[in-house]
């Protein structure tokens, strides 16, 4: 490229900086063709197709960059370029892909009609695919549909100590999630209609039935595993408000607090009905009394209690879900019949729930001919906090590269497989102590499911 000029460098480090900017993209191919650099401008142009597949300057610029016959629609004016940084960037932007073919008749052309699928076939060796595949694809998966557990506004305690008179302000959220969104995990869905969501959804039965609308659920596995955006996806399947619920929420220092905040929580939940509290790490909030050292942390259990009862159906349409990652370490009153007494085994995300989180972390990172379903194949056994950090790590690997060499490159396949041969799953350690728990201290069959997946996986 020892045509380049100086602008075209900034063009090309602009064009990085936005890559859905067409115009300026255009603007860039032209200067590219105007120093005979044909085939870049002919990639530049398919990168602003597949932004703008209806833009005719595009496709005009591209038939003139291939040699073909000019199309007599005439470019539309380029804006300036915008202001760029030193660096030079050699790689193509990361939405580049090759656009889609539509057909000769929907897509004539002035000059006698327009061979795309040729075209693709041209350039197909200049723009390469963002993902590739070894294997013939599966059923559909649904995408992820909001960002990783954690990013979402949480419930927001205003509460300082002081006055135990003062009220506790809480904030309630509207989930958009479904079930549907949750990608895999199939076994778990079943699990949650029928033990939980089909009697909510059926009122008539429900009547007939006599059942109450008062549920509770504990969800309980290895960290990093998306209870809580199960729990989320819960409270939108069922057109609830979601008022989640931590240690540091409930906790104060001032004697008689804790307990306040705790009913302010339940009252603010029967305010809102129907309304999910969802009680997160809640061996730290229900821990079994007779290992807790101080009076204040067993009133607050009771007082947990307390709410959980309720006084003569004031739980009505308040579905209590909690998670933890130690059920072991629960009070065992926390889990009797109308309390938290229906559990479920959230487990590392299977292949299809892999395959869905993978393409949410690389969504929007310049990747090029990444082979998903082999990513999945090495790295069974991870949480979705362990596959969001082998994005994380190839990412750097990149970032490291580029700024060590002055150009920047796509993050290919053997940034992410070295990023996850070098990250031990963070699941282990948790099975090897439930392992103990399921086999010695199983009363009244609470880990019968965790028995039968360590049994399935020959950890037993």
Same mark, same amino acid.
């Given at each position: 490229?020892?045509?380049?000029?100086?602008?075209?460098?900034?063009?090309?480090?602009?064009?990085?900086?936005?890559?859905?900017?067409? &115009?300026?993209?255009?603007?860039? #191919?032209?200067?590219?063709? /105007?120093? *005979?650099?044909?085939?870049? $401008? @002919? %990639?530049?142009? +398919?990168?602003?197709?597949?932004?703008?597949?209806?833009?005719?300057?595009?496709?005009?610029?591209?038939?003139?960059?291939?040699?073909?016959?000019?199309?007599?629609?005439?470019?539309?004016?380029?804006?300036?370029?915008?202001?760029?940084?030193?660096?030079?960037?050699?790689?193509?932007?990361?939405?580049?892909?090759?656009?889609?073919?539509?057909?000769?008749?929907?897509?004539?052309?002035?000059?006698?009609?327009?061979?795309?699928?040729?075209?693709?076939?041209?350039?197909?060796?200049?723009?390469?695919?963002?993902?590739?595949?070894?294997?013939?694809?599966?059923?559909?998966?649904?995408?992820?549909?909001?960002?990783? &557990?954690?990013?979402?506004?949480? #419930?927001?305690?205003?509460? /300082?100590? *002081?006055?135990?008179?003062? $009220? @506790? %302000?809480?904030? +309630?959220?509207?989930?958009?999630?479904?079930?549907?969104?949750?990608?895999?995990?199939?076994?778990?869905?079943?699990?949650?209609?029928?033990?939980?969501?089909?009697?909510?959804?059926?009122?008539?039965?429900?009547?007939?039935?006599?059942?109450?609308?008062r549920g509770g659920l504990l969800l309980y596995g290895p960290?990093?595993?998306?209870?809580?955006?199960?729990?989320?996806?819960?409270?939108?399947?069922?057109?609830?408000?979601?008022?989640?619920?931590?240690?540091?929420?409930?906790?104060?220092?001032?004697?008689?607090?804790?307990?306040?905040?705790?009913?302010?929580?339940?009252?603010?939940?029967?305010?809102?009905?129907?309304?999910?509290?969802?009680?997160?790490?809640?061996?730290?909030? /229900?821990?079994?009394?007779?290992?807790? $050292?101080?009076?204040?942390?067993?009133?607050?259990?009771?007082?947990?209690?307390?709410?959980?009862?309720?006084?003569?159906?004031?739980?009505?349409?308040?579905?209590?879900?909690?998670?933890?990652?130690?059920?072991?370490?629960?009070?065992?009153?926390?889990?009797?019949?109308?309390?938290?007494?229906?559990?479920?085994?959230?487990?590392?995300?299977?292949?299809?729930?892999?395959?869905?989180?993978?393409?949410?972390?690389?969504?929007?990172?310049?990747?090029?001919?990444?082979?998903?379903?082999?990513?999945?194949?090495?790295?069974?056994?991870?949480?979705?906090?362990?596959?969001?950090?082998?994005?994380?790590?190839?990412?750097?690997?990149?970032?490291?590269?580029?700024?060590?060499?002055?150009?920047?490159?796509?993050?290919?396949?053997?940034?992410?497989?070295? $990023?996850?041969?070098?990250?031990?799953?963070?699941?282990?350690?948790?099975?090897?102590?439930?392992?103990?728990?399921?086999?010695?201290?199983?009363?009244?069959?609470?880990?019968?499911?965790?028995?039968?997946?360590?049994?399935?996986?020959?950890?037993?």
């Open positions: 490229m020892s045509n380049e000029s100086p602008l075209i460098m900034s063009l090309r480090t602009a064009v990085d900086a936005a890559p859905s900017d067409v &115009p300026l993209r255009l603007h860039l #191919a032209e200067l590219l063709l /105007g120093v *005979g650099l044909a085939e870049a $401008a @002919v %990639a530049q142009a +398919a990168v602003a197709l597949q932004h703008a597949p209806g833009d005719e300057a595009a496709r005009e610029l591209m038939m003139r960059a291939m040699g073909l016959p000019r199309q007599a629609t005439e470019m539309r004016a380029v804006g300036p370029p915008q202001q760029a940084g030193e660096m030079r960037t050699t790689g193509l932007p990361q939405q580049a892909t090759v656009p889609t073919a539509p057909a000769p008749a929907e897509a004539p052309s002035p000059a006698g009609g327009f061979d795309w699928r040729s075209a693709e076939d041209e350039i197909r060796d200049v723009v390469p695919p963002r993902f590739v595949s070894s294997a013939p694809p599966g059923p559909p998966q649904p995408p992820a549909a909001v960002p990783p &557990p954690g990013t979402t506004p949480e #419930a927001l305690p205003v509460d /300082g100590g *002081g006055d135990p008179g003062d $009220a @506790v %302000a809480w904030e +309630a959220e509207a989930p958009a999630l479904r079930l549907a969104d949750v990608g895999g995990m199939y076994e778990v869905k079943e699990r949650l209609e029928a033990a939980f969501l089909a009697p909510m959804r059926n009122p008539e039965l429900r009547k007939l039935y006599g059942k109450s609308l960290p990093g595993c998306g209870k809580t955006f199960i729990a989320r996806a819960v409270a939108g399947e069922l057109g609830a408000r979601f008022l989640s619920v931590s240690v540091n929420d409930v906790l104060d220092m001032w004697i008689g607090n804790s307990e306040r905040n705790m009913h302010e929580v339940f009252e603010t939940a029967r305010r809102m009905a129907p309304c999910v509290v969802f009680l997160d790490e809640l061996d730290a909030l /229900g821990a079994k009394r007779s290992r807790t $050292a101080t009076s204040g942390m067993r009133n607050t259990v009771n007082q947990l209690l307390t709410e959980l009862d309720g006084v003569d159906g004031a739980n009505e349409g308040v579905f209590v879900l909690a998670a933890t990652n130690v059920p072991w370490h629960v009070d065992i009153a926390l889990r009797r019949p109308g309390r938290l007494d229906r559990t479920l085994l959230v487990l590392p995300p299977d292949a299809a729930a892999r395959e869905t989180i993978l393409r949410y972390h690389l969504r929007d990172r310049p990747i090029e001919s990444v082979d998903v379903g082999k990513l999945v194949k090495v790295t069974e056994d991870f949480s979705g906090a362990d596959l969001a950090h082998v994005c994380e790590s190839a990412a750097e690997t990149a970032l490291l590269d580029s700024a060590r060499t002055g150009t920047v490159r796509m993050i290919n396949m053997k940034d992410l497989l070295a $990023a996850a041969k070098a990250v031990r799953p963070s699941t282990e350690p948790w099975f090897a102590t439930a392992r103990n728990v399921a086999m010695f201290a199983n009363d009244g069959g609470s880990y019968d499911d965790l028995l039968a997946y360590l049994k399935k996986k020959r950890r037993l």
